[in-house]
T-cell receptor, first 113, second 117 residues
Framework: GQQLNQSPQSMFIQEGEDVSMNCTSSSIFNTWLWYKQDPGEGPVLLIALYKAGELTSNGRLTAQFGITRKDSFLNISASIPSDVGIYFCAGQHGSSNTGKLIFGQGTTLQVKP | DSGVTQTPKHLITATGQRVTLRCSPRSGDLSVYWYQQSLDQGLQFLIQYYNGEERAKGNILERFSAQQFPDLHSELNLSSLELGDSALYFC????????????????FGPGTRLTVL
């Protein structure tokens, strides 16, 4: 199935550092969503983006909807140990009577205290 | 807690068997989506129901089927199970904007881990 290109695949950082990850697509999306998944749990919605160029924050998390509508970025500032997990981007075309999500492969984040 | 519930949490069964996974969406959400998560394929959309009707199909095998009941809960039926069907199965729900634009935040349940032996 179709997947978004998400990078990096994994990151190992020191507590307090900032983190950046991104997703790119060959097609245009109307909505970008960012999720975090802990082992054995379901994805938890972090941020939703609905407009090209939109910049949205949720605490230490900031995400942007790319101008071309083909990419999105997630930044985490001042990382803490509980940020550990897998982060997924997901896009919605939203134009064909379904809101099905297309997911990236995920970015695994590890934080060293 | 997303408000989406799924049962059972774990399911272990043998090849050739049939299982049913159940999902209750968040209160007020009319759309239910089913996704499969495996190590090699990642998170893949299977099927969507909206207010009892099938809206979209993704990479869903013919051995798999789903339905959404009048109370909006949904069931995913997997039959003639194979080893490769072992995966996490997630249900997500959403309040859809009906009309020219579909797309909204989806909230995921805790998943059902299916192991086929």
């Amino acid at each position: 199935g179709q997947q978004l290109n998400q990078s990096p695949q994994s990151m190992f950082i020191q507590e307090g550092e900032d983190v950046s990850m991104n997703c790119t697509s060959s097609s245009i999306f109307n909505t970008w969503l960012w999720y975090k998944q802990d082992p054995g749990e379901g994805p938890v919605l972090l941020i939703a983006l609905y407009k090209a160029g939109e910049l949205t924050s949720n605490g230490r998390l900031t995400a942007q909807f790319g101008i071309t509508r083909k990419d999105s970025f997630l930044n985490i500032s001042a990382s803490i140990p509980s940020d550990v997990g897998i982060y997924f981007c997901a896009g919605q075309h939203g134009s064909s009577n379904t809101g099905k999500l297309i997911f990236g492969q995920g970015t695994t984040l590890q934080v060293k205290p | 807690d997303s408000g989406v519930t799924q049962t059972p949490k774990h399911l272990i069964t043998a090849t050739g068997q049939r299982v049913t996974l159940r999902c209750s969406p968040r209160s007020g959400d009319l759309s239910v989506y089913w996704y499969q998560q495996s190590l090699d394929q990642g998170l893949q959309f299977l099927i969507q129901y909206y207010n009892g009707e099938e809206r979209a199909k993704g990479n869903i095998l013919e051995r798999f089927s789903a339905q959404q009941f009048p109370d909006l809960h949904s069931e995913l039926n997997l039959s003639s199970l194979e080893l490769g069907d072992s995966a996490l199965y997630f249900c997500a729900s959403s309040v859809e904007v009906v009309g020219s634009y579909w797309g909204n935040e989806q909230f995921f349940g805790p998943g059902t881990r299916l192991t086929v032996l």
